[in-house]
T-cell receptor
Framework: AQTVTQSQPEMSVQEAETVTLSCTYDTSESNYYLFWYKQPPSRQMILVIRQEAYKQQNATENRFSVNFQKAAKSFSLKISDSQLGDTAMYFCALVYVRGFQKLVFGTGTRLLVSP | DAGVIQSPRHEVTEMGQEVTLRCKPISGHNSLFWYRQTMMRGLELLIYFNNNVPIDDSGMPEDRFSAKMPNASFSTLKIQPSEPRDSAVYFC????????????????FGDGTRLSIL
């Protein structure tokens, strides 16, 4: 069975600083995708960034970047220049390439950005 | 383009009543997913469809829950009879799936339905 673990239930950061959210996963598959979703208080689920497991280069999207360590099964999210609007729950998720797209989610990390 | 549309946004009803949640996926998407989110259990996949066919309903908690997808642009999740423990936020998501290695489109979520069973 595949699992996704987010060991940080809550994190805080001040505006303009950098914060890293951790995610580890367990899978026997070699080809899969990893995602970070953001859920603000409005409860929307918003895709932040994704990473293909077969790509060694870490994905980046503006202020968001990942550190993907395939051997260690680690997929952390770095948020640079944090903004108040980044306050949200962040979920790490995994889906296999083989078979239908069954997303497995972590339990989430609540991030609070303060002025 | 319109995103995934769910209705209603909020639903409050009494125990024992039938509840129907609705979802319109993004046009052109061929996979649809129903999730439930609670504080205790986080995000749980209830069921997913591909080309309107249920592929995996192993996450459906019990027989009181049923889901249908009569066509590519509409799906329902029904709870009958409803119980207080069914109170949660229910999300619908859709994506485009192709059986092509290296091709993947992420799931796009609706805004969810907050269900409260009194």
């Amino acid at each position: 069975a595949q699992t996704v673990t987010q060991s940080q239930p809550e994190m805080s950061v001040q505006e303009a600083e950098t914060v890293t959210l951790s995610c580890t996963y367990d899978t026997s598959e070699s080809n899969y995708y990893l995602f970070w979703y953001k859920q603000p208080p409005s409860r929307q689920m918003i895709l932040v960034i994704r990473q293909e497991a077969y790509k060694q280069q870490n994905a980046t999207e503006n202020r968001f970047s990942v550190n993907f360590q395939k051997a260690a099964k680690s997929f952390s999210l770095k948020i640079s220049d944090s903004q108040l609007g980044d306050t949200a729950m962040y979920f790490c998720a995994l889906v296999y390439v083989r078979g239908f797209q069954k997303l497995v989610f972590g339990t989430g990390t609540r991030l609070l950005v303060s002025p | 383009d319109a995103g995934v549309i769910q209705s209603p946004r909020h639903e409050v009803t009494e125990m024992g009543q039938e509840v129907t949640l609705r979802c319109k996926p993004i046009s052109g998407h061929n996979s649809l997913f129903w999730y439930r989110q609670t504080m205790m259990r986080g995000l749980e996949l209830l069921i997913y469809f591909n080309n309107n066919v249920p592929i995996d309903d192993s996450g459906m908690p019990e027989d009181r829950f049923s889901a249908k997808m009569p066509n590519a642009s509409f799906s329902t999740l029904k709870i009958q009879p409803s119980e207080p423990r069914d109170s949660a936020v229910y999300f619908c998501a859709s994506s485009l799936y192709r059986r092509t290695p290296g091709f993947e489109q992420p799931q796009h979520f609706g805004d969810g339905t907050r269900l409260s069973i009194l």
